[in-house]
């Protein structure tokens, strides 16, 4: 994503993208983690924090932002309002951090876990 201002020319890569938009989503509640977007024998591995961006694409069409979620949610919730909640998370965080606005966000449940109860 290229911004320009008086000074010059402003780029954010789509990898400092993913990781705003994957902090966000795992702030947000329900979300046990993040998932790679392809899911192997209809098993969703859950990506370590370091690597929860490799769950966010970023795409820029024509000066918008489009970001596809790939989470993993707690077995119990309502899937649903968890992905309202995550979209909405993630458009606000990205727009403050970048000062334009996200075209869409969409979200792809990859699958549930039941949380341990220790």
Not at 10 to 27: E, G, K, M
Not at 28 to 48: K, S
Not at 102 to 117: K, M
């Amino acid at each position: 994503m290229t911004n320009n201002s008086p000074l010059g020319k402003i780029h954010v890569s789509p990898r400092a993208i993913s990781s705003i938009a994957s902090d966000a989503v795992l702030s947000c509640y329900g979300v046990v983690g993040m998932a790679p977007a392809t899911v192997r024998d209809g098993l969703a591995e859950i990506l370590q924090v370091e690597n929860s961006h490799r769950g966010v694409d970023v795409d820029v069409v024509d000066g918008q932002i489009i970001v596809d979620l790939y989470i993993v949610i707690e077995y119990g919730t309502r899937i649903s309002e968890v992905a309202h909640n995550v979209m909405e998370t993630v458009k606000f965080a990205v727009e403050q951090a970048l000062g334009m606005s996200v075209a869409e966000v969409n979200v792809h449940v990859q699958g549930l876990r039941v949380s341990d109860q220790d």
